[in-house]
C-alpha cells in the first residue's frame, strides 16, 4: 500500500513524499462496527472517531481544525491554531486511524507554518506501465463490465495518474440480442468524443484478445471492435482480473476489513467474487508491484467434506454430472442448497415465503434477508452451508496462491451479507486445515464495498495497461 504525502508551505508544495506500508488494519477506530449498508461506512453516521466528522484516512474532513478540502480531494492540516511552532506537531488521532499499528505519524514538523495533506488515503502499487512516462491526460476511456445479468459502461477521462467517471449506463446484458447491438446503442446516444480506448472486462476466459462469455452466448473479438467501431485501442480481460485492478481506483471507504491477518506480510493477493457464477483472481507480488492475472477457479471441482455435503453433492448431479464451487458458491448457488433442504432433507417452507418467492426474480436474496433477519430456518441453515462454502474455497484460493497479503471478497453478494461474514462461522472455516492453518491465520479478508469495482478495473487497465 502506498501513502502519498504532500507538505505545503501555504499553497506552495514543498515536497512529495510516498511511505510504503505493507498492508492496513481498521478504517478507523471502531472498524468493527462500521455499516457496509450506508452510503459513507461511518460508523454512527457522521462520527467516525469522537471529534472528527471522517476518519483522518478518508482525507476528506479530518478534524474540526482541517482546513477546507482542495479541489484534488485532499485536505490541509493547518496546526497553528491547536500547536506552537516550537512543538512538534501532534495529529489528531494519529495511532488510531492511520492503519498501520507499527506507524503511528504522530510527528511531522516543527514549523507551524508547515501542513500535511494526504492526497489519497490509500492505494496499492499495481503494475500499470503506461502511468508513468508519456502522458495519456484528456483520453476518454471506456470501459465496460459486462455480467450474467447487467453489463455497465462507463466513460473515464485520464487526469494524470488518475481517472474521472463522467459517464455512466447499465443495461440488462439479454436487453438485446448482441454486445455490438449494446455498444452502438450507448456510443449513438454518447453526447462526449468516440472514446479513445475500450477496455472490456467478461466473465469468461480471454485468450488472444479473444472470449467467448461463460453465461452469455456472446463471443467477442478485440481485433473486430476496432475495426468495426473505429476506436484506437480495444482491450479485453477478465471481470475479476478487472475486480483487481479496480483497487488502484478505490478508496478508503469503498473496502471493509472482514478479519485482521495476525501478522502483516507484503506479498501475493486474491480476489474471490460471487454474484451470478463465481470470479476468481490472483495478484503476484513481483517485489514491488501487482500483478492482477485471471483464473477458471470457479469451475473447479466441489469438493466434499462432510456427509451433509455428500448428499448435497449427489443431489446436485441430477442435474450436471461434474459440480463445481460455483454451483454452491454463487447466487443461484443459494437457491440450489435450500431446495436440497427443503426437498431432500424436508424442511418445512412457510407460505409467506412461498409468497415472497414468487414477487421476487432472485430467491437468493430473498433467502439471504430472511436469514440474516432470523426469519425462517431453512434459510438460516441455507446461508451457514453458503457460508462455509464461501469460506473453504476462499481457504483453497489463497493457498495456491500463497495469497499472504489478503484476500479481497468481491462480487454481489458480501457486501450484502457482510453480517453473516463477519460472524465466526467464515473465520472458523477458513483457517481449518490440516497443516497450514498457520498460514491462513496470517491472511488478511476484505470486503470490497463498491459495486463498480470491476468497471472502475477495466478503466484503469484500458488507461495504464499494457
Known amino acids: 500500500m502506498v501513502f502519498r504525502l504532500i507538505f505545503l508551505y501555504g499553497e506552495t508544495i514543498l515536497s512529495r513524499a510516498e511511505v510504503i506500508l505493507p498492508s492496513f488494519g481498521a478504517v478507523s477506530p471502531y472498524a468493527d462496527i462500521i455499516s457496509p449498508y450506508t452510503d459513507t461506512f461511518s460508523a454512527y453516521g457522521d462520527n467516525v472517531s469522537p471529534c472528527a466528522k471522517t476518519s483522518l484516512l478518508y482525507a476528506e474532513m479530518t478534524s474540526p481544525y482541517a482546513g477546507a478540502p482542495k479541489k484534488d480531494g485532499s485536505c490541509v492540516l493547518p496546526y497553528a491554531e491547536t500547536t506552537s511552532a516550537h512543538d512538534y506537531v501532534i495529529l489528531p488521532y494519529a495511532e488510531a486511524t492511520l492503519p498501520c499499528a507499527d506507524v503511528a505519524f504522530a510527528y511531522f514538523v516543527k514549523d507551524s507554518y508547515y501542513s500535511l495533506s494526504i492526497v489519497l488515503a490509500m492505494s ?11 502522458s495519456q491526460t484528456g483520453k476518454k476511456i471506456l470501459a465496460v463490465d459486462i455480467g450474467g445479468t447487467k453489463t455497465s459502461f462507463g466513460v473515464f477521462e485520464v487526469n494524470g495518474d488518475a481517472l474521472s467517471l463522467i459517464r455512466e449506463e447499465t443495461f440488462g446484458s439479454r436487453s438485446l440480442g448482441t454486445f455490438e447491438e449494446i455498444l452502438q446503442k450507448f456510443l449513438t446516444s ?19 484478445n479473444k472470449v467467448t462469455l ?9 481485433a473486430s471492435l476496432k475495426t468495426e467501431f473505429n476506436i484506437e485501442k480495444v482491450s479485453i480481460i477478465n471481470d475479476l ?5 479496480g483497487l488502484a481506483g478505490l478508496s478508503a471507504e469503498d473496502t471493509v476489513p472482514l478479519f485482521e491477518g495476525s501478522e502483516t506480510i507484503l506479498g501475493n493477493m486474491a480476489v474471490l467474487a460471487p454474484g451470478t457464477g463465481l470470479g476468481e483472481a490472483g495478484m503476484f507480488w513481483d517485489g514491488e508491484y501487482h500483478r492482477p492475472f485471471a483464473t477458471e477457479g470457479g469451475h473447479s471441482e466441489f469438493a466434499p467434506r462432510t456427509d451433509l455435503d455428500v448428499e448435497l453433492l449427489k443431489y446436485l448431479q441430477q442435474e450436471d454430472e461434474i459440480i463445481s464451487w460455483e454451483h454452491v458458491v454463487s447466487g443461484p448457488g443459494i ?8 426437498d431432500v432433507k424436508g424442511n418445512k417452507e412457510p407460505a409467506w415465503l412461498q409468497e415472497n418467492f414468487k414477487n421476487n426474480d432472485n430467491p437468493a436474496a430473498v433467502i439471504s434477508h430472511a436469514a440474516m433477519r432470523e426469519l425462517d430456518g431453512t434459510c438460516s441453515s441455507t446461508m451457514d452451508l453458503f457460508v462455509s462454502y464461501m469460506a ?28 453473516l461474514l ?19 491465520e496470517k491472511v488478511p479478508i476484505h470486503v470490497i464495498l463498491n459495486s463498480q469495482a470491476a468497471l472502475v478495473g477495466a478503466g484503469y487497465y484500458g488507461a495504464f495497461g499494457a
Open 124 to 134: 496499492y502499487r499495481f503494475y500499470l506501465p503506461r502511468k508513468e512516462g508519456s
Open 190 to 208: 454518447d453526447k462526449y468524443a468516440r472514446p479513445d480506448v475500450l477496455s472490456i472486462g467478461v466473465a469468461g476466459p480471454v485468450l488472444e
Open 214 to 222: 461463460t453465461n452469455l452466448s456472446w463471443e467477442l473479438d478485440a
Open 241 to 245: 482480473e478487472a475486480t483487481a485492478y
Open 335 to 342: 437457491y440450489r442448497i435450500y431446495k436440497f433442504l427443503r
Open 392 to 419: 473453504r474455497e476462499s481457504a483453497s484460493l489463497v493457498l495456491k496462491h500463497k495469497a499472504v497479503g489478503g484476500l479481497w471478497l468481491g462480487g454481489g453478494i458480501p457486501p450484502r451479507i457482510f453480517p
Open 422 to 440: 463477519k460472524a465466526d462461522l467464515f473465520r472458523e472455516q477458513f483457517i481449518q486445515n490440516a497443516h497450514m492453518t498457520h498460514l491462513l
